[in-house]
């Protein structure tokens, strides 16, 4: 059993029209967004049981809030505009401003697995909030000072019928050694936001 043993690859596209019940998302073409450290997703889930006669007698899941939450090298300046709706001046300076709307994006990457293949993943709806920027003086020894960028993601609005099923999906996740895993979609996996077909 192949376990994942690193990250990268990390892209984002800018949603440019967002999704409806009867028409798709469609994004701007993805952009690189090199020097990160790790991803984490964590979908917030719940389960509650009902008890009937005594005991458990039902039990139902919900999806919650998608957290995500990404450590970066650096945020360039183009990142934070792209990804926090700031903007860049004529100087190339970051204007941070009270009125910023940060748009929604899609976010895709891949996990290095300990067999040498690859986990690919998109994440399709979310947007992010400004990190905290915590600076330090350089001492006797180096403390590298990453940057931290979290949000939130949501499922689809609009429905795609996969197997006969009308899904509303919020990530789209594909293991290089999966049986009949697609090597054509595998190698175009960053050139354009994936969706299940």
Given at each position: ?197
């Amino acid at each position: 059993m192949a376990t994942r043993i690193g990250c990268d690859n990390l892209v984002y596209a800018i949603m440019t029209a967002e999704d409806t019940v009867s028409t798709p998302p469609t994004y701007s073409v993805p952009i690189r967004a090199p020097g990160v450290i790790s991803v984490n997703i964590n979908p917030n889930a719940s389960q509650e049981t009902l008890f009937a006669d005594d005991g458990p007698y039902e039990t139902a899941t919900t999806l919650g809030s998608i957290d995500v939450e990404i450590n970066k090298a650096q945020l360039t300046s183009q990142n934070k505009a792209d990804l926090l709706g700031h903007t860049i001046d004529s100087n190339g300076a970051v204007v941070f401003a009270g009125n910023d709307i940060a748009p929604f994006v899609a976010i895709g990457f891949r996990s290095l697995k300990s067999n040498g293949n690859y986990r690919y993943v998109w994440l399709y709806k979310g947007r992010f909030i400004a990190p905290e920027d915590n600076n330090e003086t350089k001492g006797d020894s180096i403390n590298f000072q990453t940057d931290t960028i979290s949000g939130q993601f949501v499922k689809l609005i609009y429905e795609y019928v996969v197997a006969g099923r009308r899904l509303q999906p919020w990530k789209y996740e594909l293991d290089q050694d999966a049986p009949g895993a697609s090597a054509s979609l595998i190698a175009t996996w960053f050139t354009s936001v994936r969706f299940p077909s």
